[in-house]
């Protein structure tokens, strides 16, 4: 059973920064395809960076130059690190991982910007 949990989430004030994580458990490599989602309320969701299994990296236009994704192998983990934070990226992220036949999904972690 495949299991991925974020973390790092909250509220934060704009030009803030968050740094939000991604555990990856189960029979499924972290070296996969993935990538992080978002969603607002009454938007669709959508892809704000990922990583492929060659380490290929693409962004969103609206967070190029703010945010960055990586991962760490050794501990099944991805991160997203999201800096110059504005009101416009508030929304529930989404960690994605991605094999030839699934797609996985985590809970959500919050992400609130207001001051």
């Known amino acids: 059973q495949v299991q991925l949990v974020e973390f790092g989430g909250g509220l934060v004030q704009p030009g803030g920064s968050l740094r939000l994580s991604c555990e990856v458990s189960g029979n499924i490599a972290s070296s996969n395809t993935m990538g992080w989602y978002r969603q607002a309320p009454g938007k669709e969701r959508e892809l704000v960076a990922g990583?492929?299994?060659?380490?290929?990296?693409n962004y969103a236009d609206s967070v190029k130059g703010r945010f960055t994704i990586s991962r760490d192998a050794s501990k099944n983990t991805m991160y997203l690190q999201m800096n110059s934070l504005e009101p416009e990226d508030a929304a529930v992220y989404y960690c994605?991982?991605?094999?030839?036949?699934?797609?996985?999904w985590g809970q959500g972690t919050q992400v609130t910007v207001s001051s």
């Open positions: 994605n991982a991605r094999t030839v036949t699934t797609d996985y």
């Open positions: 990583i492929t299994r060659g380490e290929r990296i």
